[in-house]
Nanobody, 121 residues
Framework: QVQLVESGGGLVQTGGSLRLSCAAS????????MHWYRQAPGNQRELIAT???????NYADSVKGRFTISRDNAKNTVDLQMNSLKPEDTAVYYC???????????????WGQGTQVTVSS
Protein backbone atom coordinates (compact mmCIF):
# COMPACT_ATOMS: atom_id res chain seq x y z
CA GLN A 1 0.00 0.00 0.00
CA VAL A 2 1.06 3.59 -0.63
CA GLN A 3 0.38 6.72 1.42
CA LEU A 4 0.68 10.37 0.48
CA VAL A 5 0.92 12.71 3.45
CA GLU A 6 0.75 16.48 3.06
CA SER A 7 2.06 19.04 5.54
CA GLY A 8 2.69 22.75 5.74
CA GLY A 9 -0.78 24.24 5.52
CA GLY A 10 -2.00 26.97 7.83
CA LEU A 11 -3.17 30.54 8.16
CA VAL A 12 -1.29 33.36 6.45
CA GLN A 13 -1.97 37.00 5.63
CA THR A 14 -2.44 38.33 2.13
CA GLY A 15 0.93 38.63 0.43
CA GLY A 16 2.52 35.99 2.62
CA SER A 17 4.09 32.68 1.74
CA LEU A 18 3.62 29.02 2.64
CA ARG A 19 5.41 25.88 1.58
CA LEU A 20 3.47 22.64 1.28
CA SER A 21 5.16 19.27 1.29
CA CYS A 22 3.91 15.84 0.31
CA ALA A 23 5.74 12.63 1.12
CA ALA A 24 4.96 9.29 -0.48
CA SER A 25 5.73 6.09 1.39
CA UNK A 26 5.05 2.38 1.15
CA UNK A 27 5.20 -0.07 -1.72
CA UNK A 28 6.92 2.28 -4.22
CA UNK A 29 9.15 1.47 -7.16
CA UNK A 30 9.06 4.89 -8.78
CA UNK A 31 6.80 7.91 -9.16
CA UNK A 32 5.74 9.36 -12.49
CA UNK A 33 3.76 12.57 -12.61
CA MET A 34 2.97 14.47 -9.42
CA HIS A 35 0.32 17.14 -9.01
CA TRP A 36 -1.10 19.63 -6.57
CA TYR A 37 -4.84 20.27 -6.63
CA ARG A 38 -6.98 22.53 -4.51
CA GLN A 39 -10.64 22.72 -3.62
CA ALA A 40 -12.37 25.75 -2.16
CA PRO A 41 -15.80 25.43 -0.48
CA GLY A 42 -18.52 25.07 -3.09
CA ASN A 43 -16.02 24.68 -5.92
CA GLN A 44 -14.74 21.74 -7.92
CA ARG A 45 -11.27 20.39 -7.28
CA GLU A 46 -8.83 22.35 -9.44
CA LEU A 47 -5.47 21.22 -10.84
CA ILE A 48 -2.96 23.95 -10.12
CA ALA A 49 0.50 22.48 -10.66
CA THR A 50 2.07 19.43 -12.31
CA UNK A 51 5.64 18.16 -12.33
CA UNK A 52 6.78 15.29 -14.53
CA UNK A 53 9.58 12.90 -13.65
CA UNK A 54 11.75 14.93 -16.04
CA UNK A 55 10.96 17.91 -13.76
CA UNK A 56 9.11 19.72 -16.53
CA UNK A 57 6.30 21.72 -14.92
CA ASN A 58 2.87 23.10 -15.78
CA TYR A 59 0.81 25.63 -13.85
CA ALA A 60 -2.74 26.89 -13.87
CA ASP A 61 -3.02 30.51 -14.93
CA SER A 62 -4.38 31.38 -11.48
CA VAL A 63 -1.06 30.51 -9.79
CA LYS A 64 1.50 31.00 -12.55
CA GLY A 65 4.36 33.22 -11.42
CA ARG A 66 3.43 32.88 -7.74
CA PHE A 67 3.62 29.13 -7.04
CA THR A 68 6.52 26.77 -7.71
CA ILE A 69 6.29 22.99 -7.72
CA SER A 70 9.39 20.89 -7.13
CA ARG A 71 10.20 17.26 -6.39
CA ASP A 72 12.90 15.10 -4.89
CA ASN A 73 12.89 11.73 -6.63
CA ALA A 74 15.27 10.21 -4.09
CA LYS A 75 12.98 11.11 -1.19
CA ASN A 76 9.66 10.59 -3.03
CA THR A 77 8.50 14.06 -2.13
CA VAL A 78 6.84 16.95 -3.92
CA ASP A 79 6.67 20.51 -2.61
CA LEU A 80 4.63 23.56 -3.49
CA GLN A 81 6.13 26.95 -2.69
CA MET A 82 3.33 29.52 -2.58
CA ASN A 83 4.21 33.21 -2.64
CA SER A 84 2.15 36.40 -2.89
CA LEU A 85 -0.84 34.56 -1.47
CA LYS A 86 -4.33 35.98 -1.99
CA PRO A 87 -7.61 35.32 -0.16
CA GLU A 88 -8.83 33.45 -3.26
CA ASP A 89 -6.04 30.91 -2.70
CA THR A 90 -7.90 29.71 0.40
CA ALA A 91 -8.69 26.04 -0.12
CA VAL A 92 -7.83 22.50 0.88
CA TYR A 93 -4.70 21.52 -1.05
CA TYR A 94 -4.23 17.93 -2.20
CA CYS A 95 -1.20 16.05 -3.40
CA UNK A 96 -1.75 13.51 -6.21
CA UNK A 97 0.69 11.12 -7.85
CA UNK A 98 0.96 8.28 -10.35
CA UNK A 99 3.03 5.64 -8.60
CA UNK A 100 4.54 2.38 -9.79
CA UNK A 101 4.22 -0.24 -7.09
CA UNK A 102 6.97 -2.75 -6.39
CA UNK A 103 4.78 -5.82 -6.05
CA UNK A 104 2.60 -6.11 -7.95
CA UNK A 105 4.22 -3.83 -10.51
CA UNK A 106 1.38 -1.61 -11.65
CA UNK A 107 0.72 2.10 -12.02
CA UNK A 108 -1.83 3.48 -9.56
CA UNK A 109 -3.04 7.02 -8.90
CA UNK A 110 -3.04 8.11 -5.25
CA TRP A 111 -4.38 11.10 -3.31
CA GLY A 112 -3.25 12.64 -0.07
CA GLN A 113 -5.70 13.57 2.65
CA GLY A 114 -5.43 17.31 2.05
CA THR A 115 -4.12 20.26 4.02
CA GLN A 116 -5.98 23.51 4.69
CA VAL A 117 -4.56 26.81 3.50
CA THR A 118 -6.33 29.96 4.66
CA VAL A 119 -5.30 33.41 3.45
CA SER A 120 -6.72 36.29 5.46
CA SER A 121 -7.40 39.68 3.92
Amino acid sequence: QVQLVESGGGLVQTGGSLRLSCAASGNIDSINTMHWYRQAPGNQRELIATIFRSERTNYADSVKGRFTISRDNAKNTVDLQMNSLKPEDTAVYYCNADIWGLTPRRLVNYWGQGTQVTVSS
